[in-house]
C-alpha cells in the first residue's frame, strides 16, 4: 500500500491505494485554498502543508494526528521586519540529515531551517545575505527556491536551486554558500552576458542520487545536465533521444546513480507533453541514451503539464513506483519502474505537487 | 479608542472575538494593537513590510483606509478578505 500526499490549487488530498489495482481519496484538507507543497516526514509521520491563501499569505501547517485532525501553524515563516519585500509563497519542504531538521524553500530565494520537526523556523542568513542578492532574477514563477538536494549522511553538505538565481552549494550547515553553476549554458542569455554570474541561471530541478551522492541530475530551463562533483560544474545530456530539452519535473531511482526520469514539455513558449502524448523519459547509463516509457499514458491529443514539483517516487530497483499529477488534474502511476503506466485519479483540481510513501 | 471588526478566520485568530476596542491613531497602529493582543494573528493581515496584504481591504467608517488612514475615537475599522479569486 502506497500513499501520496497531493498539494493541488484547491487542497490537499490524500489517496491510498497501489497502481495495478487503483487508489482511493482518503482526505481533503485547506478545501478553496492553494497547497503549493506538501509532505510527510517519513521519520515522525508528521503531516506539513504549505499553504498559500490569496488573503493571508503563505504559511506551513502541521499536524501528527490524521489530516482531519487539527492543523498547528508552524512559527517563524517570515522574512526579517521592516525589509522591501514580504514571503510570498513555500515551494518545498524536504527532511534533513540531522534529526528534527527539515528545511523549506521559497520565494523570494529564501530558504528556512527547522530543528524541531516543523514546528518553528528560521531563515537561513547565510543564503539571505548573499551580497550579490540585490541581482538575482526572478523566473517566471517568481525567485522561487524550489529544489533542496542533502547529502545522506552528512547535514554540512547541502545544494539548493533558485529559479534564475542558480545552483548554490554549501559544506558548512548553510554558514557560507557557493555557486554551482560552471557548464550550464543559457541559450536565452546573449552570449556576451554569459560571462555575468548574476545574469539567471534558470534550473528547473535537480535531484540527487543518494547512493553516490556527488552525483546530481538537473533539469534546465533548456537542457538536461548531470554533475560529478556534487553540482559545481555540469555536463549538458539532453540531447539524443529527448524529445524535448525544456521541462521541470525529474526523478531518480535512487538504487541506480545512473539513473534519471523526465517529463519533457514541448519548450519554454508551449508548456504542455509534446506531440499530443504523455510519455516519460528513462536514462540508466547517465543520459547518454534515453528511451521513452508510456505504456499505459495518454497517447492522442494529450497536451499535459506536470509541474515541477509534481513528480515522485517509492521504493527503487524493480520495484521502484514513480508517480506524477498535470494541472488537469490527472494522477498517473508505475509499480515497475516506469515501463507500464495506469491512471489513478482524474478531475482533481490543478496537481501542484505529489510526494509518494 | 476604535473599534475593529475581523471575520473567519482571523475571527477565530483573534480570540474567537468579532470586535476589539484599540488604541491607535492610524490604521497600522490599531492592526499592530491587534496583532500585540492576538499573536496568532501575525503575518495574517499585515505582511513583513507592515503593508497590509494585498488582499486584505480595509475601510474606516466604511470608507477604503490604508496603513496611513488617521483613525479617530469612536471609529469603525473594518478588516475585510477582497474580493478576489479566479
Same mark, same amino acid.
Given at each position: 500500500?502506497?500513499?501520496?500526499?497531493?498539494?493541488?490549487?484547491?487542497?490537499?488530498?490524500? !489517496?491510498?491505494?497501489? +497502481?495495478?489495482?487503483?487508489?482511493?481519496?482518503?482526505?481533503?484538507?485547506?478545501?478553496?485554498?492553494?497547497?503549493?507543497? #506538501?509532505?510527510?516526514?517519513?521519520?515522525?509521520?508528521?503531516?506539513?502543508?504549505?499553504?498559500?491563501?490569496?488573503?493571508?499569505?503563505?504559511?506551513?501547517?502541521y499536524t501528527d494526528g490524521g489530516p482531519e485532525a487539527e492543523w498547528e501553524q508552524a512559527?517563524?515563516?517570515?522574512?526579517?521586519?521592516?525589509?522591501?519585500? #514580504?514571503?510570498?509563497?513555500? =515551494?518545498?519542504?524536504?527532511?534533513?540529515?540531522?534529526?528534527?531538521?527539515?528545511?523549506?524553500?521559497?520565494?523570494?530565494?529564501?530558504?528556512?531551517e527547522s530543528h524541531d520537526g516543523g514546528a518553528s523556523w528560521e531563515i537561513n542568513a547565510g543564503l539571505w545575505e548573499q551580497?550579490?542578492?540585490?541581482? =538575482?532574477? +526572478?523566473?517566471?514563477?517568481?525567485?522561487?527556491?524550489?529544489?533542496?538536494?542533502t547529502w545522506p549522511g552528512d547535514p554540512d553538505r547541502l545544494a539548493v536551486a533558485v529559479s534564475a538565481a542558480?545552483? &548554490?552549494?554549501?559544506?558548512?550547515?548553510?554558514?557560507? =554558500?557557493?555557486?554551482?553553476?560552471?557548464?550550464?549554458? +543559457?541559450?536565452? !542569455?546573449?552570449?556576451?552576458?554569459?560571462?555575468?554570474?548574476?545574469?539567471?541561471?534558470?534550473?528547473?530541478?535537480?535531484?540527487?542520487?543518494?547512493?553516490? +551522492?556527488?552525483?546530481?541530475?538537473?533539469?534546465?530551463?533548456?537542457?538536461?545536465?548531470?554533475?560529478?562533483?556534487?553540482?559545481?560544474? &555540469?555536463?549538458?545530456?539532453?540531447g539524443g533521444e529527448l524529445p524535448s530539452d525544456f521541462g521541470f519535473p525529474l526523478m531518480i531511482d535512487p538504487a541506480d546513480p545512473d539513473s534519471a526520469y523526465l517529463i519533457p514539455l514541448v519548450a519554454d513558449m508551449d508548456r504542455v507533453t509534446p506531440d499530443g502524448r504523455v510519455r516519460v523519459y528513462e536514462t540508466r547509463d547517465g543520459g547518454s541514451t534515453w528511451a521513452a516509457r508510456g505504456d499505459g499514458l495518454p497517447a492522442q491529443h494529450a497536451y499535459l503539464t506536470v509541474l515541477r514539483q509534481a513528480f515522485n517516487r517509492v521504493g527503487e530497483g524493480p520495484e521502484l513506483e514513480l508517480y506524477f499529477g498535470s494541472t488537469s488534474g490527472e494522477l498517473f502511476g508505475s509499480c515497475d519502474a516506469g515501463a507500464s503506466w495506469s491512471t489513478l485519479a482524474t478531475r482533481l483540481p490543478p496537481v501542484f505537487s505529489l510526494v509518494a510513501f | 479608542m476604535a473599534i475593529v471588526s475581523v471575520r473567519g478566520p482571523l475571527r477565530k485568530l483573534a480570540g474567537a472575538r468579532a470586535e476589539h476596542e484599540l488604541e491607535g491613531v492610524t490604521v497600522l497602529e490599531l492592526l499592530r494593537a491587534l496583532e500585540g493582543r492576538h499573536p496568532d494573528l501575525g503575518g495574517w493581515v499585515l505582511d513583513e513590510r507592515g503593508l497590509i496584504r494585498r488582499h486584505i481591504n480595509v475601510y474606516v467608517n466604511g470608507e477604503r483606509g490604508e496603513e496611513a488612514t488617521p483613525v479617530r475615537d469612536g471609529d469603525r475599522v473594518e478588516v475585510l478578505p477582497a474580493i478576489t479569486g479566479g
Open positions: 500500500m502506497s500513499e501520496l500526499v497531493v498539494g493541488t490549487k484547491k487542497g490537499l488530498f490524500l !489517496l491510498e491505494g497501489e +497502481p495495478n489495482s487503483g487508489f482511493d481519496i482518503t482526505t481533503r484538507a485547506f478545501a478553496g485554498d492553494p497547497v503549493d507543497f #506538501a509532505t510527510r516526514d517519513p521519520r515522525t509521520g508528521r503531516l506539513l502543508a504549505a499553504v498559500t491563501s490569496p488573503f493571508y499569505g503563505p504559511k506551513i501547517f512559527e517563524g515563516l517570515a522574512l526579517p521586519e521592516g525589509g522591501d519585500s #514580504a514571503l510570498e509563497r513555500i =515551494w518545498v519542504i524536504a527532511p534533513g540529515e540531522a534529526d528534527g531538521t527539515l528545511y523549506a524553500g521559497g520565494d523570494p530565494g529564501v530558504l528556512f551580497p550579490s542578492r540585490p541581482h =538575482w532574477q +526572478p523566473g517566471g514563477g517568481g525567485l522561487c527556491l524550489h529544489s533542496i538536494s542558480g545552483m &548554490w552549494l554549501t559544506e558548512d550547515g548553510g554558514r557560507t =554558500w557557493r555557486r554551482g553553476n560552471e557548464g550550464l549554458n +543559457p541559450g536565452y !542569455l546573449p552570449e556576451e552576458a554569459l560571462a555575468d554570474e548574476n545574469a539567471g541561471r534558470c534550473v528547473h530541478h535537480v535531484e540527487r542520487a543518494p547512493r553516490q +551522492p556527488s552525483r546530481m541530475f538537473m533539469q534546465f530551463h533548456g537542457g538536461v545536465y548531470r554533475s560529478d562533483d556534487a553540482g559545481g560544474s &555540469w555536463t549538458d545530456i539532453g | -
